[in-house]
């Protein structure tokens, strides 16, 4: 390999006064990720900080907990900021090329508030000439498909406020989280033993993503600005319906035998949990509208995204200790 030579002293490469260098030549892109302790942002997170080109600057409200100092062991910044103090934003933002924003309606189910939120950083974003925002957004089902769905919603008048503000910025589009079927919606055992996947699709296929493996498809739109700036982004490991899910399941963690539920959407949105009406509107915008969520293009930007088949492989034994 050839050595380069030391290459000119300019704004841009002066040393540091903390002794850090970037090994490239080029410095480093600073990327501030909001969020950075939780499923999104911390995979987003790790993802950049195992790559030279780029410097993290984690944000979190508690910047002493386990998490945050973990991000700090493998080389993040953590600063404390909160979207719902627009004056700790602005120099979380300071300096950063770009930006990863993921805001969390389901910590006050308040649809008002995460838009608040939301038009808080873009306003900050705007302000701090970040160059390339990677927003965690989704569709706005109201204005789609006639009925509400709050915590798509909200995401969606983020991403139209964004917009309209020209903001360079990517959106990203998770779909169903595999990891649901250990949480929320875990397999119930009936009383024949079997379990039933009480995920209301009717029979249709749906997308599904391993949350914590999209970080690496995140740096690459980082990587490559021009080519995804200002579009739109569905992740998806595979599509499957509900049944297909079952089967994955009961070769997986045989002798146990899986099915899908019969429930529809709409009896699901009755069933009188907090968010049920919202989680039924879900799978039925799911199944109606069939939103954009692409394995191609994903597999694309991350090459080895995990299918159902293989998360529930690598999850065996959190799966069986989850079910009753």
Same mark, same amino acid.
């Given at each position: 390999?050839q050595?380069?030579?030391?290459? @000119?002293?300019n704004?841009?490469?002066? +040393?540091?006064? $903390?002794?850090w260098? *970037?090994p490239?030549?080029? %410095?480093?892109? #600073? ?12 995979s987003v ?17 508690n ?18 900021a909160s979207?719902?103090d627009?004056?700790?934003?602005g120099?979380a ?12 309606y ?8 995460e838009v608040?939120?939301?038009k ?8 701090a000439?970040?160059?390339?925002v990677?927003?965690s ?5 109201? @204005?789609i498909?006639?009925?509400?769905? +709050?915590?798509? $919603?909200?995401?969606? *008048?983020?991403?139209?406020? %964004?917009?309209? #503000? ?7 589009r998770y779909s ?8 929320m ?11 039933v ?10 997308d599904?993503v391993a949350?914590?493996?999209?970080g690496?498809?995140?740096?690459t739109?980082y ?6 700036v ?7 490991g595979?599509?499957?319906?509900v049944?297909?899910?079952?089967d994955i399941?009961?070769k997986?963690?045989?002798?146990k035998?899986?099915k ?18 919202d ?22 930007l ?10 529930v492989a690598?999850?065996k ?7 009753d």
């Amino acid at each position: 390999v050839q050595q380069s030579t030391p290459t @000119k002293v300019n704004n841009t490469t002066a +040393p540091r006064a $903390d002794g850090w260098q *970037q090994p490239h030549g080029d %410095m480093a892109k #600073l990327i501030t990720v909001f969020g950075a302790t939780g499923t999104q942002g911390g995979s987003v997170a790790y993802a950049l900080l195992e790559d030279p080109d780029f410097k993290v600057r984690a944000v979190t409200r508690n910047a002493s907990s386990d998490k945050a100092k973990a991000l700090q062991e493998k080389g993040a910044e953590v600063v404390e900021a909160s979207f719902d103090d627009p004056s700790t934003l602005g120099p979380a933002l300071q300096g950063a090329h770009g930006v990863f924003v993921v805001t969390n309606y389901w910590e006050y189910k308040d649809k008002d508030r995460e838009v608040e939120q939301g038009k808080a950083i873009a306003d900050a974003a705007k302000a701090a000439g970040v160059l390339h925002v990677v927003f965690s957004g989704l569709e706005n089902v109201q @204005k789609i498909a006639g009925f509400p769905c +709050p915590h798509f $919603d909200a995401k969606g *008048q983020v991403e139209e406020y %964004m917009t309209s #503000l020209d903001l360079p910025v990517t959106f990203v589009r998770y779909s169903f989280y595999y990891g649901n079927v250990i949480s929320m919606m875990k397999p119930q055992k009936q009383e024949d033993g079997t379990y039933v996947l009480g995920i209301p699709m009717e029979g249709a296929a749906m997308d599904g993503v391993a949350a914590k493996d999209m970080g690496p498809a995140v740096r690459t739109i980082y990587k490559n600005c021009t080519q995804w700036v200002r579009r739109s982004v569905g992740f998806s490991g595979g599509r499957l319906t509900v049944q297909e899910m079952a089967d994955i399941l009961s070769k997986h963690l045989a002798p146990k035998v899986f099915k899908a539920s019969d429930m529809t959407a709409d009896a699901f949105g009755q069933l009188g949990f907090p968010g049920a009406e919202d989680l039924g509107n879900m799978f039925k915008f799911y199944r109606l509208h069939n939103p954009d969520r692409s394995v191609e293009t994903t597999r694309q930007l991350h090459p080895a995204a995990k299918n159902f088949d293989t998360w529930v492989a690598e999850n065996k034994a959190a799966l069986e200790n989850g079910l009753d």
